[in-house]
C-alpha cells in the first residue's frame, strides 16, 4: 500500500499538472484566416510554421474561412478569437455599432488585382463595368468594397453592374473560364496562374505601393490581425504574444529572400508551379509592413474608400483612433 507521503507527492502532481493544463488551455487561440493558402495572408501560416507562437507559450489553431467577411461574422459570434483579415473590416463595423480593432498590420497595399477576362477586350478600365458580372470572394468582402468603388469612381452606379461571390483559386478560375464573370478581384497565387494559362489579364493592379496609390489615392492598410477591441482589452497579455510572433514574422519576411520564404510554407500553396510561386512573392512582398505598425496616413484612406460607395459609411462619424492600435507591436523587442 503507498505511504501517506507518496500519496501526498502523488496528489501534489496530480494538482500541479491541472494548474500547467489549465495555463495551456487559456493560451489557446482560434484565428480565422481570409484564405491562408494567399499571399495576402502567409504571415498567418509563416509564424506557425516557424514555430513562432509556440515560442510564445501560445496554441493557436488556424482555421481557414476563403472569404473575409466570413470570417469576420464567425468573430462576432464568439466562435474565434480573432481574424487574419482585410482592417477595412474594423470601419465597416464602427459603422454599424461594433468595435473591432487591427493589432497588428500585416500589409500597406491590398495585394490585389483586379483581372479582365479575355474573352472581353472591350473592358479597359472600371467605366467599363457596367452590366458586367465582377467576381469577388464573398457579398461584403474586402474585394467587394475595392469592386465598389472603383466602379463608383469611375461613374459606375453601384446597381449597373453584379458582383458575383466566387471565391479564389479554382472556383475564381472556372468562374472566368466558364464566362459566369468577365473580370473580377483576385490575389496571388491566384493572378500568376490566370497569367500564365492566358485566360485573363491585369485590368488594375494593387500588388504594390505604387499601384494601390495610382487606384486609391493613397497607401492602403489591408492584410492585418484584428479583432473585438473587448476581447483584447481584457487579454492583453496573450494579443502581446500574438503581436511579438507576428512582429518577428514580418521581419523574417523583411530580412529573406521570396525562394527563403518559401521554402517554409506548404508544398500544396504553390499549387503545381513553385516558381511561379516565389516570382509572384518576390514582386509583391514589399506590401508587408516590417514592423506591424499601421501606416501613417492609411486609415483615412481606407475611410475614404469606403465612404465612396457605402451607405453604411457615408454621414457616420468614425472614430479611427479606435479601429487599430500599435501599442502591442510597438512593445515588440
Excluded at 509563416?46 to 481557414?64: R, S, T
Amino acid at each position: 500500500m503507498p505511504s501517506k507521503r507518496t500519496l501526498l507527492a502523488t496528489a501534489a502532481f496530480a494538482i500541479a499538472m491541472g494548474v500547467s493544463s489549465l495555463a495551456q488551455a487559456a493560451d489557446k487561440i482560434t484565428l480565422m484566416v481570409g484564405g491562408y493558402e494567399k499571399h495576402i495572408y502567409l504571415p498567418a501560416k509563416l509564424a506557425e510554421n516557424l514555430g513562432y507562437f509556440k515560442d510564445e507559450g501560445l496554441d493557436v489553431e488556424l482555421l481557414n474561412e476563403p472569404a473575409g467577411v466570413d470570417a469576420e461574422n464567425e468573430m462576432l459570434a464568439g466562435n474565434v478569437q480573432g481574424v487574419v483579415g482585410f482592417y477595412d473590416h474594423c470601419i465597416d463595423l464602427q459603422a454599424k455599432g461594433k468595435f473591432v480593432e487591427s493589432v497588428v498590420q500585416f500589409s500597406q497595399a491590398p495585394g490585389e488585382v483586379e483581372m479582365v477576362s479575355s474573352k472581353h477586350p472591350e473592358i479597359k478600365g472600371p467605366a467599363d463595368f457596367k452590366g458586367k458580372n465582377l467576381g469577388v470572394t464573398g457579398l461584403g468582402s474586402s474585394t467587394n468594397f475595392l469592386t465598389q468603388y472603383l466602379a463608383v469612381n469611375a461613374g459606375v452606379k453601384l446597381g449597373e453592374f453584379t458582383s458575383v461571390p466566387v471565391g479564389a483559386g479554382d472556383t475564381f478560375i472556372a468562374a472566368i473560364k466558364q464566362d459566369a464573370i468577365q473580370a473580377g478581384m483576385t490575389t496571388e497565387p491566384t493572378i500568376s496562374r490566370l497569367l500564365k494559362t492566358g485566360d485573363a489579364k491585369v485590368l488594375i493592379d494593387m500588388r504594390t505601393m505604387e499601384g494601390t496609390k495610382a487606384a486609391l489615392g493613397g497607401t492602403y492598410p489591408a492584410a492585418s490581425l484584428y479583432m473585438e477591441t473587448t476581447w483584447a482589452e481584457s487579454h492583453k497579455d496573450a494579443v502581446q504574444k500574438l503581436a511579438n510572433a507576428f512582429v518577428k514574422t514580418l521581419r523574417f519576411i523583411n530580412t529573406h529572400s521570396a525562394a527563403e520564404i518559401t521554402e517554409k510554407m506548404p508544398k500544396d500553396f504553390y499549387v503545381g508551379d513553385k516558381e511561379a510561386y516565389i516570382a509572384a512573392l518576390a514582386a509583391g512582398k514589399a506590401m508587408f509592413t516590417p514592423d506591424g505598425v499601421m501606416p501613417e496616413g492609411g486609415p483615412e484612406t481606407v475611410l475614404k474608400v469606403l465612404s465612396g460607395f457605402s451607405k453604411d459609411i457615408k454621414g457616420k462619424q468614425i472614430d479611427l483612433s479606435k479601429t487599430y492600435t500599435s501599442v502591442f507591436v510597438k512593445n515588440v523587442k
